[in-house]
């Protein structure tokens, strides 16, 4: 079975606070434990036209993190997520670093769909996971930072201070071994105790695979696909809309799974072929993920 998670994130297309992008999760029958990697780049503070001004910052989110999924009978799933950041912000002003742990968040599904069948003379597998999820505040959040950068998005922080909720649904589809992965999230921010809310935002995805058995013993599946995630904007004090966040982002997405029996390795590239940020004074680069995990 496969089920892919988009990025449950903050308002600016994947990087910053509570962000994290699963790709395709490993095969499993009961449960599983694992580590992964993630890196994103942003550019800041850049001029009306998006120009690049003496202020203008470069900054990287990179990720450490301990993630685990858990089956309970064949209905129904529930993924963990605890993220350690190494976040850091460079400009001709001056640099900064932040680390430590993260948002911590737990997602869970239930099965509403699970078919096998035939056509002709192939396979015919088809599922459909909904379910709900929620962010809490663990990671670090810093007030002073939204005073002192009030043109930057309010990005830079380990942490968002505020309890998030998501909805969630993943269709596959497999002809024998080439497979449609569709997925849908819609996140709802609420708002901190410093009276910042993140915008709410909404990501799909489409990926295709193929699965390459080798031997019996490993399954090779490339995939590659798109991904799109649009944010509203955030809001200060209930009623102030904060120009420098919010927008969409389109990206290119290619990976590769490895599946042996008691090992799961894969990678995840994202491309952003088309951006609109904070009315143009973000940029984000591109984005990696590596992962491996063990099912018991």
């Known amino acids: 079975m496969v089920l892919t ?19 395709i999760l490993p095969e499993y029958n009961k449960r599983f434990l694992g580590l992964r990697y993630q890196y994103k780049s942003l550019q800041t503070h850049l001029g009306p036209q998006g120009e690049r001004t003496p202020l203008t910052a470069d900054e990287t989110y990179q990720s450490a993190e301990l993630w685990g999924g858990w089956n309970f009978g064949k209905k129904f799933r529930v993924l963990a997520f605890v993220p350690y950041n190494f976040n850091e912000r ?5 640099s900064g670093k932040k680390n430590g742990i993260g948002d911590i968040a737990v997602v869970g599904y239930y ?6 069948g035939t056509l002709g003379k192939k396979l015919l597998v088809q599922s459909l996971w909904v379910g709900a999820g929620i962010k809490v505040p663990s990671g670090k959040y810093e007030p002073t930072e939204r005073l002192v950068v009030q043109e930057s998005p309010n990005n830079f922080q380990l942490g968002t201070a505020s309890t998030d909720f998501t909805v969630n649904a993943a269709y596959d589809i497999r002809y024998n071994d080439l497979g449609l992965n569709l997925n849908a999230n819609y996140k709802l921010n609420t708002e901190n105790r410093y009276a910042y809310r993140y915008g709410n935002k909404f990501t799909a995805n489409a990926l295709v695979y193929y699965k390459f058995r080798v031997a019996n013993t490993l399954t090779l599946a490339p995939n590659a696909g798109i991904l799109y995630e649009t944010a509203e ?21 290619a990976g590769v799974e490895l599946t ?21 004074r973000v940029y984000a680069g591109n984005r990696l993920m590596v992962h491996m995990s063990i099912p018991f």
Request: one cysteine or more.
């Open 5 to 23: 998670l988009p990025s449950l994130a903050c308002d600016i297309c994947g990087c910053g606070v509570g962000s994290y992008y699963i790709g």
């Open 90 to 94: 460079n400009s001709q002003e001056a």
């Open 111 to 116: 099965n509403l769909i699970n078919h096998s």
């Open 233 to 253: 904007k955030d809001v200060e004090n209930k009623k102030y809309t904060v120009d420098v966040s919010g927008g969409y982002s389109f990206s290119a997405v």
């Open 260 to 280: 042996m029996k008691r090992l799961s390795v894969g990678a995840n590239y994202q491309n952003v072929r088309s951006q609109d940020l904070a009315g143009g």
